[in-house]
Nanobody, 121 residues
Framework: QVQLQESGPGLVKPSQTLSLTCTVS??????????WTWIRQAPGKGLEWMGH???????YYNPSLTSRTSISRDTSKNQFSLQLSSATPEDTAVYYC?????????????WGQGTQVTVSS
């Protein structure tokens, strides 16, 4: 059973960096062709793909967020992380980590439960 769990601060001050970690169990983030993904949903809005990290460790970012986003991984802990710099209240959202096959058009098959992050002073 694959499980993903987000962790990190629920409150971030404007201009600070939002940092989240996704801990994966039941699967290795370095084997097989999957994209380990960050997705968010702001209040009243749809899902927004932020980026993912491939099995090789190469990150890919949403072009609208690329200047502020960094996705990395710690293979020893089977974790991958998100950093979003210069946070603004518009970054307030529920943040999810998820897994998607890199060799099919199937949607994300495993998701974390999501974590609320509020950007406010």
């Amino acid at each position: 059973q694959v499980q993903l769990q987000e962790s990190g601060p629920g409150l971030v001050k404007p201009s600070q960096t939002l940092s989240l970690t996704c801990t994966v169990s039941g699967a290795s983030i370095t084997t097989k062709a999957y994209y380990w993904t960050w997705i968010r949903q702001a209040p009243g809005k749809g899902l927004e793909w932020m980026g993912h990290i491939a099995r090789t460790g190469t990150p890919y970012y949403n072009p609208s967020l690329t200047s502020r986003t960094s996705i990395s991984r710690d293979t020893s802990k089977n974790q991958f992380s998100l950093q979003l710099s210069s946070a603004t209240p518009e970054d307030t959202a529920v943040y999810y980590c998820a897994r998607k096959s890199a060799v099919s058009y199937d949607p994300w098959d495993y998701w974390g439960q999501g974590t609320q992050v509020t950007v406010s002073s």
